[in-house]
């Protein structure tokens, strides 16, 4: 377990763009008191493109503002391709969080990506399986979640991505096994908002439950 009072993750912060791949880690535990904390990055600066990086056993994230599986917060652009968690348990107290991105400023792409066994995402504010808020446009394909529990203390809460500040695009994704959704405002199974067009194509939920506190 790493505790630190602002931010806590692999790599605390990323000035430059930055490409991390190949690596696996086991039983990864990361707790912060801060604004950012992350299984893989705490805070990127610049575009980041993340390949072949899995968090095995368990991944253990608890934050007070922005939490996430793999970054807490991009300012840029951020890929993510053939990655994957094992029994992720993600928290943020007092703000958004994300089973892969808490925050993106700039485009988000994942491929292949997959969370299983478990996915718990609780947050206080923009929660989502993968995303709590992209800024920008979100695409995701050919990825999945399995046995997923995502649940927003007070904003919205989604399978997929709870915002999306462009176009929301998913492909071939599939929620297996139970997919719960609790919601203050908006719950969704793939995407709670999106400022721009929503397309959901060759996707599915296998057992859905969402509900929002406000109807």
Do not use: P, W
């Amino acid at each position: 377990a790493v505790e630190q009072n602002s931010k806590a993750a692999l790599f605390t912060q990323i000035v430059s763009a930055a490409t991390i791949k190949n690596l696996t880690l086991e039983n990864a535990s990361f707790e912060a008191d801060g604004e950012f904390t992350a299984g893989l990055i705490a805070y990127a600066n610049a575009a980041v493109n993340i390949d072949n990086v899995h968090f095995t056993k368990k991944l253990h994230i608890i934050g007070r503002q922005a939490a996430a599986g793999f970054v807490a917060h991009a300012a840029n652009s951020i890929t993510i391709n053939n990655s994957s968690i094992e029994n992720g348990n993600i928290n943020s107290t007092s703000t958004r969080a994300g089973g892969l991105v808490a925050y993106a400023g700039q485009a988000v792409t994942l491929t292949n990506v997959k969370c299983t066994e478990n996915l718990s995402v609780i947050g206080y504010s923009e929660t989502g399986g993968f995303v709590g808020r992209a800024a920008n446009s979100i695409t995701v394909t050919d990825s999945d979640i399995e046995n997923g529990n995502i649940s927003s203390m007070n904003g919205d809460a989604a399978g997929i991505v709870s915002y999306a500040g462009q176009s929301a695009t998913i492909d071939k994704v599939n929620c297996t096994g139970a997919l719960v959704i609790k919601g203050q405002n908006k719950a969704a199974g793939f995407v709670a908002q999106a400022a721009n067009s929503i397309t959901i194509t060759n996707s599915g939920i296998e057992n859905e439950n969402v509900s929002s506190t406000d109807g």
